[in-house]
């Protein structure tokens, strides 16, 4: 069990920090030189342990009180958006992250129907623009695009960025799986096809979830998680799995205020992959795979790498990331987490705020897309 004092003093920076809705890069040179490797996700994310809090109240925050509500990420979306959507850009699929708005729910709703097949035309040597063929609701902002943003211009033209522009749009989503490089090389052409479909594993899968095979497997060092995970056990009768790692994390070890404490190294180290003490039988048996892990810097722990790599899924496998967290969100840590379980079929995941209570984990795990 961690001490109290840790926690507070943990906490205090990541409240602080955690709440805004762009990681913002707070790390200086001088408290981060001593690290080996320097990958930009854990980087944007490490709080800044020389920030001071401006409010006396916080320096001493209730750990068990929940931390003020981020901005819902786009991720966090509500049942009704978690319908799963196959996107390709002429053969080559990409993955995209929806905006949880009306625009979005129409289009999925009508790519349900039937497929959805937009020709589109370079424009201005930063986009590709299609018409929809239909006019979705919209919610026009002036809007400033970056690479891989998706939006609705006119309530009836999808655009898809290579480059920037600003202009009044309807965000759509953004495409996360594709670097600069890939998305020009992509999209900088006279025409391309833009495909969208209900995805395969959805739309073939009918069976209940309650007939399915299902497994909450979970990491939690200082016990925030392992709860949301036992609720979740308990209701849907899943299998619960506790990833324990095969050398205990100490309190020094999870100290962030430290650059050369164990997780300020392993975040910062793309190859890092710390050891699983516990064993799982035949996982590829299962069906519905509930992935439960804390924040760190934004993103979630390298043991969760070790564990997905080391699992051989089928494509059929379903896998519903969850994460507890002081107040950032569940943000890039689940799409950076697919790159190591490809095959597996992943679902929008959820972050809880610590101490969330059962009717809100059971009423989430309720709306889940899992027939
Ligand atoms: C090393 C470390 C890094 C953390 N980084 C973040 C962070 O970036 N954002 C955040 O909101 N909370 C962060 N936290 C807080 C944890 O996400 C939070 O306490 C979580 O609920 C812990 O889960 P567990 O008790 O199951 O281990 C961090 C905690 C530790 C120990």
């Known amino acids: 069990m961690k001490s109290k004092y840790y926690m507070l003093t943990a906490l205090v920076p990541l409240l602080v920090l955690g709440c805004s809705e762009e990681p913002k890069n707070t790390q200086t040179a001088a408290n981060h030189q001593t690290l080996p490797s320097e990958p930009t996700e854990p980087k944007q994310e490490q709080p800044d342990p020389t920030q001071e809090p401006t409010d006396p109240k916080q ?39 929806w905006e949880d708005n009306e625009s979005v729910r129409a289009l999925k709703a009508m790519a349900q129907k039937s497929p959805i097949s937009i020709s589109m035309s370079q424009y201005g040597g930063f986009e590709q623009v299609g018409a929809l ?39 759509l989503g953004k495409i996360t799986d594709k670097s600069e490089d890939d998305l020009k090389a992509l999209l900088a052409k006279d025409h391309v096809t ?39 056990s308990e209701h849907t009768g899943a299998t619960l799995y506790e990833i324990v790692p095969e050398t205990p994390y100490t309190d020094a070890d999870i100290n962030y205020g430290d650059n050369s404490s164990r997780t300020s190294i392993e975040q910062n180290d793309d190859h890092a992959r710390p050891g699983i003490a516990s064993t799982i039988d035949h996982i590829e048996q299962y069906d519905i795979i509930y992935l439960g892990y804390p924040i760190w810097w934004g993103q979630a722990p390298k043991i969760m790498y070790t564990f997905l790599e080391s699992a051989s899924l089928k494509t059929t496998s379903k896998i519903v990331p969850f994460c507890t967290s002081a107040s950032s969100p569940l943000g890039t840590s689940a799409t950076n987490l697919k790159a190591s379980a490809p095959a597996a079929t992943w679902l929008e995941g959820h972050r809880f705020a610590i101490g969330t209570d059962r009717a809100t984990v059971t009423s989430w795990v309720d709306s889940l897309p899992l027939k």
């Open 133 to 171: 063929g239909t006019t979705l609701p919209r919610n026009d902002a002036q809007t400033t695009t970056a690479p891989g943003d998706i939006v609705l211009y006119s309530g009836n033209q999808i655009v898809v960025f290579y480059g920037s522009n600003s202009w009044a749009y309807t965000r």
């Open 194 to 232: 833009l495909s969208l479909s209900e995805s395969d594993a959805q739309a073939q899968d009918t069976q209940p979830a309650q007939d399915k095979k299902q497994l909450v497997a979970y990491f939690s060092v200082t016990g925030h998680t392992k709860p949301i995970a036992e609720y979740i």
């Open 59 to 97: 320096e001493q925050p209730d750990p068990t009180q929940e931390p003020s509500e981020p901005t819902q990420p786009i991720s966090d979306s509500n049942a009704q958006n978690e319908a799963m959507l196959s996107a390709k850009i002429d053969e080559t699929p990409v993955n995209i992250q």
